[in-house]
């Protein structure tokens, strides 16, 4: 069936460091990706999302890129800040899974100031 | 706009005791209702949705149950708590299960003692 691998967590990096955090995905079909961010106590709100291959989701100067051929969606960001230390989850919805997303473990980022 | 709202926030029961979580949606109509739960330090788990008033699908088999007595309210309970229903419990909805976004709620931070 569909699966989401997210690298394991805790990352963590410097302030103004670069962030990647891996993503790869098992689907038969053709899944939109999401990356969900949860800040501490909080729950957990979209932080951007492709739905085609090739398809590049922005938000927040985060970026992540539909990588077919590689089955990948990683989420980069140039310079991290303080204020971006959360748990990060990856997340597949796919029509054969009707739709209901498919969820990556969850990444913890820590940034040190 | 829309909104979520899932209480109560935190919650202390002992082993056996019953549970109800609430979960309002307010500013949309017929949305796909969700209850996940997030143990600590892993990732999500989906327990049941709703597409529907009365309609509920579980995903896992436990002590819990969902209903939905109206079109945006959908409650979690449980007759006798376990050590193991611990953990943080999220509401979600969303407008339908072809975009794959997810709106969750703040959350509800439930130990079982």
């Known amino acids: 069936g569909d699966s989401v691998t997210q690298m394991e967590g805790p990352v963590t990096l410097s302030e103004e460091a670069f962030l990647t955090i891996n993503c790869t995905y098992t689907?038969?079909?053709?899944?939109?990706l999401f990356w969900y961010v949860q800040y501490p106590g909080e729950g957990l709100q979209l932080l951007l999302k492709?739905?085609?291959a090739d398809d590049k989701g922005s938000n927040k100067g985060f970026e992540a890129t539909y990588r077919k051929e590689t089955t990948s969606f990683h989420l980069e960001k140039g310079s991290v800040q303080v204020s971006d230390s959360a748990v990060y989850f990856c997340?597949?919805?796919?029509?054969?899974?009707?739709?209901?997303?498919?969820w990556g473990a969850g990444t913890k980022l820590i940034i040190k100031p | 706009s829309q909104t979520i709202h899932q209480w109560p926030a935190t919650l202390v029961q002992p082993v056996g005791s019953p549970l109800s979580l609430e979960c309002t949606v307010e500013?949309?109509?017929?949305?796909?209702l969700y209850w996940y739960r997030q143990a600590a330090g892993r990732g999500l788990q989906l327990l049941f949705y709703?597409?529907?008033?009365?309609?509920i699908s579980s995903e896992v088999p436990q002590n819990l149950s969902a209903s939905r007595p109206q079109d945006r309210q959908f409650i979690l309970s449980s007759k006798k708590l376990l050590l193991s229903d611990s953990g943080f419990y999220l509401c979600?909805?969303?407008?339908?299960?072809?975009?794959?976004?997810?709106?969750f709620g703040e959350g509800s931070r439930l130990t079982v003692l």
């Open positions: 500013g949309t109509s017929n949305p796909n």
């Open positions: 709703s597409v529907g008033i009365g309609q």
């Open positions: 997340a597949l919805g796919a029509m054969d899974s009707n739709y209901q997303l498919i």
């Open positions: 979600a909805w969303s407008r339908d299960s072809l975009t794959g976004e997810l709106f």
């Open positions: 689907a038969t079909g053709y899944p939109s």
């Open positions: 492709a739905t085609k």
